[in-house]
């Protein structure tokens, strides 16, 4: 059980289980010769096949020189090829090769394996009830993060 009032713990335990499950996850996607941000490109380019790189980028909140390096590995792989946009060759857009989809298929069990080991000893019915109030949070933080930028803007518009 948890001491000490949710102040004193809540953001502590959270960023301590988000570095467990990255841990965890990386060493279980090295069963499948892949590290766990390769494993995430490829989950997210499967998702929107056609994405510029730039965005895919921002969506996982990574330094585009990061993201290049990674994406470079996956195209020596196989696994994923960058196509030119038809209307802007500067941009690159992703898609996975059937390699790339290959070693997704094979990795599906790792994700719910990932799961039922952080949710071990918890019922399914107080799971979904925890899923949902992380996704509160989640909005209650992204809400506090838009009203922060919004009453900037306002102060530098008024004080200008």
């Known amino acids: 059980m948890i001491r000490g009032s ?3 713990n809540f953001l502590f335990t959270l960023g301590e289980l988000y570095r467990l499950i990255r841990t965890h996850a990386d060493k ?3 069963r499948f010769g892949i590290t766990r941000a390769q494993w995430a ?3 997210k380019v499967e998702r929107s096949e056609g994405m510029k790189q730039s965005e ?3 969506l996982l909140e990574m330094q585009p020189i990061t993201l290049t390096r990674l994406i470079d590995k996956l195209c020596e792989q196989g696994w994923i090829e960058r196509r030119s946009d038809a209307t802007d060759r500067r941009v ?3 898609y996975l090769r059937k390699a790339g989809r ?3 298929g094979k990795m599906s ?3 719910s394996e990932l799961t039922a080991t952080a949710l071990e000893g918890i019922n399914p019915a107080d799971a979904h009830r925890l899923l949902a109030q992380l996704e509160q949070v989640k909005e209650n933080v992204r809400n506090a993060i838009q009203n922060t930028t919004t009453d900037q803007v306002r102060k ?3 004080y200008g």
């Open 109 to 111: 069990g790792l994700r």
């Open 102 to 104: 290959q070693l997704l």
């Open 28 to 30: 279980e996607a090295r």
């Open 6 to 8: 949710v102040d004193a």
């Open 41 to 43: 490109v490829l989950a």
């Open 156 to 158: 530098e518009q008024r």
């Open 56 to 58: 895919l980028a921002e």
């Open 92 to 94: 690159n857009r992703l």
